[in-house]
């Protein structure tokens, strides 16, 4: 079974600019979350999907909004990228079944985002 | 809310066991996971508690107290691939919208030397 994948790999924007990046769940995986991860404030959760709608959603401004399609693909955008928005942008898909309780949540690789 | 604590840095010899704790506070527990990443690459998971005791797995093992807000990640037998963050995450009672949200510590970096 593939893992979980996303594009691009690495991102190299300027402040101001806006970006969108890809995730593709597991196959059967039904939940989609994004994180950040940078050395200063470790990794920290922005959002999960599940069925095409926002669960829940971290701390962060509005800049940061996502989306997920009926396939469970999920994207993240960032608008009007600030110079601290460079970090390491991870997704996690798990099943989606019983609320999570027992399920683990499987990486991507991560998009690398530098913004100059 | 909660407040995940673990130390940033360890180091530890090739052969050698190393544990690495995790102090948590929490408002509502549900499961605290171990996850492991090498640089510039995604975390793995290792171990996952939800009820209090040791769990064994290979060279790995997780141990949890739930009524002291602790963990800690055993390693045995030390490899110089084990060099990596280990990352403490602790999964809250059920948030918004019936899904559990973990929150992650900052991670600590282990150095395995020979």
């Known amino acids: 079974k593939a893992g979980v994948t996303q594009t691009p790999r690495y991102l190299i924007k300027t402040r101001g600019q806006q970006v969108t990046l890809s995730c593709s769940p597991i196959s059967g995986h039904r939940s989609v979350s994004w994180y950040q991860q940078t050395p200063g404030q470790g990794l920290q959760f922005l959002f999960e999907y599940f069925s095409e709608t926002q669960r829940n959603k971290g701390n962060f401004p509005g800049r940061f909004s996502g989306r997920q399609f009926s396939n469970s693909r999920s994207e993240m955008n960032v608008s009007t990228l600030e110079l601290g928005d460079s970090a390491l942008y991870l997704c996690?898909?798990?099943?989606?079944?019983?609320?999570?309780?027992?399920?683990?949540?499987?990486f991507g690789p991560g998009t690398r985002l530098l913004v100059l | 809310g909660q407040n995940i604590d673990q130390p940033t840095e360890m180091t530890a010899t090739e052969g050698a066991i190393v544990q690495i704790n995790c102090t948590y506070q929490t408002s509502g527990f549900n499961g605290l996971f171990w996850y492991q990443q090498h640089a510039g690459e995604a975390p793995t998971f290792l171990s996952y508690n939800v009820l209090d005791g040791l769990e064994e797995k290979g060279r790995f093992s997780s141990f949890l107290s739930r009524s002291k807000g602790y963990s800690y990640l055993l390693l045995k037998e030390l490899q110089m691939k084990d060099s990596a963050s280990y990352l403490c995450a602790v999964r809250d009672r059920e948030a918004s919208g019936g899904s559990y949200i973990p929150t992650f510590g900052r991670g600590t970096s282990l150095i395995v030397h020979p």
């Open positions: 996690a898909s798990r099943p989606g079944t019983s609320g999570g309780f027992q399920e683990t949540q499987y």
